[in-house]
């Protein structure tokens, strides 16, 4: 099992910067991918961004590629996402999760942590 608990986020004007960090707990969980995703008022979840369990790959959603950039601390378990740019359409709960040891599917997930940006 993974345990994951997110930090940071908090509120920011449009072009400003926030980070979001998760702290990984449990079995292993420094070899697992590991990954962010949002959910705005009235939307779907969607993907932000993940990154393998060496770090040396990383993978974003097109509306926040060159934007936003993921790392993990594989000696602390911990990811971080950088948000610049912010943007109000980036107003969302912030989960962080962790695919499976397989890597098939995100089984793991944290309990969300809210970013607000206003115009």
């Known amino acids: 099992q993974v345990q994951l608990v997110e930090s940071g986020g908090g509120s920011a004007q449009a072009g400003g910067s926030l980070s979001v960090s998760c702290a990984a707990s449990?079995?292993?969980?420094?070899?697992?991918?590991m990954g962010w995703f949002r959910q705005g008022p009235g939307k779907e979840r969607e993907f932000v961004a993940a990154i393998n369990w060496s770090g040396g790959g990383t993978y974003y959603a097109d509306s926040v590629k060159g934007r936003f950039a993921i790392s993990r601390d594989r000696a602390k378990n911990t990811v971080l996402l950088q948000m610049t740019s912010l943007k109000p359409e980036d107003t969302a709960l912030y989960y962080c999760?962790?695919?499976?040891?397989?890597?098939?599917?995100?089984?793991?997930w944290g309990q969300g942590t809210q970013v607000t940006v206003s115009s």
């Open positions: 999760a962790a695919q499976n040891a397989a890597g098939s599917s995100w089984d793991y």
């Open positions: 449990g079995r292993t969980a420094e070899r697992y991918v």
